[in-house]
Every structure is written in C-alpha cells, then in structure tokens.
C-alpha cells in the first residue's frame, strides 16, 4: 500500500456473516441489507446455509446484497465442513468465490499440527491463485497466550509478513492479539494487502473484535490512512455480538460499527478547502 492518492471507488463497506454469530448466515444478509452495507462476506463454518452456493446465491439476490469475499472455512469448529481435507476446503472456497462472482478468498495459516499442510502451504496458495483470478488473501493471525505462556499455534507463521504470499488480509483485532502494530503491520504488507477485517481491541490476550472505537486501537486514523492510500479492497466489519441480548442490541451495534466505518473511512477532501 502506497500513499499515492485516494482510495478508488471500487471499496466497499461489507459485513461479515461472522458478525452476526450465534445467529444465522440469513439473518446476516438480512441485517446487512437493511442497515445499508454495500456486502457481505461470508464465513463458511457450520451453518449448513454458509455452505450451500445455491442458498447463498438466493439470499444475495433476494436481499440485493453481493457477496464479496468468502472465508474459507479455517476455524476449529469448522475443521470438517466441507471435507477433511484443508486443500479441498479452498478449492471449494475458489469454486464458491467465481460461482458467486466474490473476489477473494480468506484463508488462515494452517495450525501447526497440520504438518503436510503447512509445509506445502506457502507453494500451494500460489499454485491455487495462478489457476483464477480470485486473490486468497492469507490473514494475520496471532500466538495463543494462556497467563504467562505462549503457544505458536499456527505454521508457516502466524505473522504472514515473513512468508511469500501474493495477497494478505490485515485483521486489527488479530494484530493487537499479537501484539503488532498496525500501521507498521500495513506498511510491511504494503501492495500485498488487499482485504481489510475491522474490529477493536482492549490489547487482551483474546482475539475480542470489538465494535470500531470501543477499544483502544486507532481504528478512525487506520480507516484515514486507508482512504488517503491507493488501497482499493474492501473493509469488512468482523465484529462479536454474541453477547447481544436481543435482534435489536445486535442490529444497534451493527449499525454503529457501520457508522463509524463511513464516517472515517471517507474520501479526504482536496487539500486547500472544500468543494470549487
């Protein structure tokens, strides 16, 4: 990422279905429609909707809101959907992704005990996106931390900088997870990042996507940043609601974290004064 100019027109403001948890893919598209964000992402996990292209293309045409971005189905509560095996989970992720006419793919590092996986892993991600033209983005991630110990749960490396990846997500929240800073996270992915998951954080040992400004990253100057820059992905807000205690407390936040988004994430204005 450059400081050429402003961002493009194509980036979008996108909700992830993963912000909706523990409600349904469909209640994500519906909310996102009606609150105004410009997609969805969808994770694929366990709802047997967030798996079936067929009912993810009749939502997004029902609702009128594209599908942008898949995340492929990486968590450990998703390690069979699909298949067992990790290489199938993306060729079907890449499948869904043209099908549904989404540009990227999100993908995580293997966990390290995926050891056939990982070492071929950096190799294969290239092979994958030499056969099409969606981009597998491979996200930052983070050490897992319990009190004073620390366990490096994912290989290559959970810091997707010191790999030779095409195309990098940069997660916030999984960067104060890890203890990085971000804007020195987005200068060392530079060109290469192309996909953006917002979300807050206290600095916890948890991964806590938190709703943008009620944390303690600079969420309102990283959005700046990405609009003054040539950055042209997508933001998408990946944010926790699972402790919402009704439909509306969950929309309210959703509907703040887009507000935040669009008030920050804005073209900045020529320098020198407002419009002629």
């Known amino acids: 990422m450059s400081a050429a100019g402003p961002r493009g027109g194509t980036s979008k403001i996108v909700l992830s279905t993963a912000s909706v948890y523990p409600a349904s893919t469909a209640t994500a598209f519906e909310i996102a429609a009606r609150l105004g964000y410009d997609g969805v992402e969808v994770m694929v996990w366990t709802d047997p909707i967030s798996q ?35 290489w199938v989970k993306l060729q079907r992720a890449r499948a869904a992704a043209e099908t549904l006419g989404a540009s990227t793919v999100v993908v995580h590092p293997p966990f390290r005990w995926q050891r056939g996986y990982a070492r071929d892993f950096v190799a294969g991600i290239w092979r994958m996106a030499d056969e099409t033209d969606v981009r597998f983005a491979v996200e930052n991630m983070y050490p897992w931390r319990y009190r004073d110990r620390e366990m490096q749960a994912y290989a290559p490396d959970w810091d997707v900088t010191n ?38 954080s206290t600095g916890s040992a948890k991964d806590e996507h938190l709703v943008p400004g009620r944390g303690n990253l600079p969420c309102a100057e990283l959005l700046a940043a990405l609009a003054a820059s040539d950055y042209d992905g997508h933001v998408v807000v990946e944010v926790t609601t699972r402790r919402a205690m009704s439909r509306a407390e969950r929309e309210a936040d959703l509907a703040e974290a887009l507000a935040f988004t669009r008030l920050h994430y804005a073209t900045p204005a020529p320098v020198g004064g407002g419009p002629a």
């Open 163 to 200: 790999d030779d990846y095409r195309h990098l997500t940069v997660d916030f929240s999984h960067a104060a997870t890890s203890r990085t800073e971000p804007f020195a996270l987005m200068a060392r992915m530079a060109e290469r990042m192309v996909h953006v998951h917002l979300g807050d």
């Open 52 to 86: 079936d292209v067929d009912a993810l293309r009749r939502l997004s045409d029902f609702h009128r809101m594209p599908i942008l971005a898949v995340h492929a189905p990486c968590l450990l509560i998703a390690q069979r959907v699909w298949s067992a095996d990790p």
